[in-house]
């Protein structure tokens, strides 16, 4: 069965420092998401992505996060300078697409633990 | 604003006993409600949705919910539950409200702990 996959699974980083976190959707389809849990709290949105542009980004998503599609079959997530706050579990999703945009299933991959220092 | 609330953190209970997981939503739209289920060290998995129609949904693996507007809920429920069952399990919505895209918007999670 098609799965969304994510490296790596955990990513221990300096404070200030740049991050990617990467994620293969599933191949056909069409909508890309980011989502983070920092622990003990609830998984919550970043950001959505169709057609090659953001299609919604949640208020924590700021100027220090982007995200991109880099070759058709990754979908990546940037934070330029890190801050212990960052510190969370990253989750990728993606959708179809075809069945109105409302009521699409979301797979999600396993997760990044990124552990900010 | 939209919320979700899942009332119970944790939930012990023995093999073969009933459970409910709870949730309670608040939103000012139409919703739609999903129920994930995580595994340790593996990603979210749809257990079950409701979208439209009958408001009670299952799941393959003996799971049912059961929307109900008027109390703004939407429980999940099993008759007996196995060692298997054991994972964290999220409630969650979307709608109109994220401007027709997926938005989800997550409970806190409850984490379901099977005993023998």
């Known amino acids: 069965e098609p799965e969304v996959t994510q490296t790596p699974s955990h990513q221990v980083t ?40 953001i299609s ?21 997530l940037k934070i330029r300078s890190t801050k212990l706050e960052d510190s969370a579990m990253y989750f990728c999703a993606s959708s179809a697409g075809l069945a109105g945009r409302v009521t699409d299933t979301q797979y999600f991959g396993p997760g990044t633990r990124l552990t900010v220092l | 604003a ?45 257990l079950l949705k409701y979208l439209s129609g009958s408001t009670l949904v299952e799941s393959i693996n003996g799971f049912e919910a059961e929307f109900n507007k008027s109390q703004t809920s939407f429980h999940l429920r099993k008759p007996s539950v196995h060692i298997s069952d054991t994972a964290e399990y999220f409630c969650a919505v979307s709608g109109m409200f994220s401007g027709g895209y ?3 918007i997550f409970g806190a999670g409850t984490r379901l702990a099977v005993h023998p």
């Open chain 2, 2 to 46: 939209q919320s979700v609330t899942q009332l119970d953190s944790q939930v012990p209970v023995f093999e073969e006993a009933p459970v409910e997981l709870r949730c309670n939503y608040s939103s000012s739209v139409s919703v739609y409600l999903f129920w994930y289920v995580q595994y340790p060290n593996q990603g979210l998995q749809l």
């Open chain 2, 102 to 104: 997926n938005k989800l």
């Open chain 1, 56 to 76: 919604e980004k949640s208020e924590i998503f700021d100027d220090q996060f982007s995200v991109e599609r880099p070759d058709g079959s990754n979908f990546t």
């Open chain 1, 14 to 53: 300096q404070m200030g420092q740049e991050v990617i976190l990467r994620c293969v959707p599933i191949s056909n389809h069409l909508y890309f998401y980011w989502y983070r849990q920092i622990l003990g709290q609830k998984v919550e949105f970043l950001v959505s992505f169709y057609n090659n542009e």
